[in-house]
T-cell receptor, first 112, second 116 residues
Framework: DQQVKQNSPSLSVQEGRISILNCDYT??????FLWYKKYPAEGPTFLISISSIKDKNEDGRFTVFLNKSAKHLSLHIVPSQPGDSAVYFCAASGSNTGKLIFGQGTTLQVKP | EADIYQTPRYLVIGTGKKITLECSQT?????MYWYQQDPGMELHLIHY???????EKGDLSSESTVSRIRTEHFPLTLESARPSHTSQYLC???????????????FGSGTRLTVV
């Protein structure tokens, strides 16, 4: 019973174009969502987050959109750069336990 | 500059050996976590702690054990390593600062464990 799902294992885009990574969740108690970037053999690096009271949060080239009714969030990267190539995880939390529930990750490849 | 440190970064060890993966943080966070991650899979929470002398098992069953004798230190131990324990182990800490962008959540660089 996976509560956070990233259904696309991989995504390939051309440099300069938009990358859209998707994430679905099932638990309506989740109220905070985060995106992480991860390279092999390294720990996840925080990218951007959004609270359930918002539907959009923007930070430079990264924008996260939250659709609570659809239990869906997406990460937009514009413009995509080769250095963005990595595995991207979405994560969700719904209590003060601090336990993050992660999706399976999407491997993004940005081609020069 | 890392505020949470994991050692070793890489470890190759024989079956049956006892190992301890170290994790230390300098942020004074009460809450600390161990996640396990295999390639192409999600991060699974295997242990967490809300403070000194407090430890709980996570959502994924693990044969490892943890201890929290000091706030800054949260080591993970495998009494008898097996090839099935081969994975990446990630330590994190948090103060659940929801006012901060990252939820007050910081990960270490991880330990890549290979049991042969």
């Amino acid at each position: 019973d996976q509560q956070v799902k990233q259904n696309s294992p991989s995504l390939s885009v051309q440099e300069g174009r938009i990358s859209i990574l998707n994430c679905d969740y099932t638990n309506s108690m989740f109220d905070y969502f985060l995106w992480y970037k991860k390279y092999p053999a390294e720990g996840p690096t925080f990218l951007i987050s959004i609270s359930s009271i918002k539907d959009k949060n923007e930070d430079g080239r990264f924008t996260v959109f939250l659709n609570k009714s659809a239990k869906h969030l997406s990460l937009h990267i514009v413009p995509s750069q080769p250095g963005d190539s990595a595995v991207y995880f979405c994560a969700a939390s719904g209590s003060n336990t601090g336990k993050l529930i992660f999706g399976q990750g999407t491997t993004l490849q940005v081609k020069p | 500059e890392a505020d949470i440190y994991q050692t070793p970064r890489y470890l190759v060890i024989g079956t049956g050996k006892k190992i301890t993966l170290e994790c230390s943080q300098t942020m004074g966070h009460d809450k600390m976590y161990w996640y396990q991650q295999d390639p192409g899979m999600e991060l699974h929470l295997i242990h967490y702690s809300y403070g000194v002398n407090s430890t709980e098992k996570g959502d994924l069953s693990s044969e490892s054990t943890v201890s929290r004798i000091r706030t800054e230190h949260f080591p993970l131990t495998l009494e008898s390593a097996r090839p099935s324990h081969t994975s990446q182990y990630l330590c994190a800490s948090s103060d659940l600062s929801r006012g901060t962008k990252n939820y007050g959540y910081t990960f270490g660089s991880g330990t890549r464990l290979t049991v042969v």
